[in-house]
């Protein structure tokens, strides 16, 4: 049997409810329901709402929105009321039914849907509706299926999207990664080499020794003569000059910086660390710092021969603490200080 034939039958049956259906009671009454409550999926069936009203006014039927009563059942037509069905309920019965179907196995559950009679609003009943995967009778398959075991068939899930690794990131950017910095590198190199040509610079710098601090003492302390400071009034000057080389041979020579320090912190260190404080070369750095004190902060005015002499016991200075390179009896270089203290006890010149 043919929905179609259950269709028919179903909708005589309600033809004769709504006949009698003025008889029994003058109220509103309205119903829903279907051709059958177990359909094959995939299969139309019919929803019919019946609808008695004696008052004579305008009714209207649920709109449903995308063609969907619920979410898993569609609207495959929308089916006006039969006239015949009109002449036959002349008491003021009316017929709407649509033609429905799903495509999922499940049960669905209609809600209760509103029919409006002018300003009132009259709801339907729930209705529960079966759509499974089942085969017509006479289907030669219907013994190979287990009804009993429905399957399910659901929506096609979205793509999500998986966080990246770092295996797949290299794989993808590795490669343009390392040739970005290759280029990068390269342009650096041509970049220095460009500015070092343009500055008239080797490509690669060569690193000269450093000098002696004795020898650049020595260069300081002539540039300091032939300047002729105090001969020009400059006595200040040429004081805090001739101490300032002074201080930056002791640091080069001894490794011990006093640029910073004063006139007496300069001896200290001089005498704990470096020379006697009998020898020649400390008196004679005594005497430079004590003319030099009395000039910087008592503006004193030497004489002349003290200003010679300074400059002579800083020359004087340098040559006995500087570092002489000696032969020894294996014929290999060692580093001595050249010793000429004139009779005094040999001076303690090396770093305690």
Known sequence: MTYLKLGKIFRTAVLIFAILLPHISKAQIVKVLTDSNNVEFGN????????????????KYPVFKDNKIIDGIEILDYLEGDTTCN????????IRSYLITSYEDSTFVIPPLPILFDKDTVWTDSLKVTFTLLQNEDSTLT????????????DIKPVKDAPWTFAEFWARFGRWIVVTLIVLLVGAVIGYMYMRWKNNKPIIPILKPKEPADKTAY????????????????TKDYYSRLTEILKTYITDRYGISVMECTSDETLDILKLHCIDSKSEAYQGMKDIFEVADFVKFA????????????????????????IVEVANDSNSIVSAENQQVNNNPPANNGLN
Not at 87 to 93: C, T
Not at 143 to 154: G, P
Request: with cysteine; aromatic share 10%; hydrophobic share 40%.
């Open 44 to 59: 139309p069936v019919h929803l019919i709402f019946s609808v008695f009203d004696n008052s004579g006014r305008k009714i």
């Open 87 to 94: 002449k036959v309920l002349k008491a003021g019965g009316e």
């Open 143 to 154: 013994a190979e299926i287990d009804t009993t075991k429905f399957i399910r068939i659901f």
């Open 219 to 234: 260069k300081q302390l002539c540039i300091l003569k032939d300047a002729q400071l105090w001969q020009k009034g400059k």
């Open 299 to 322: 503006k004193l005015e030497p004489l002349p021969d003290q200003n010679d002499t300074s400059l002579s016991l800083a020359f004087k200075f340098v040559e006995i603490t500087k």
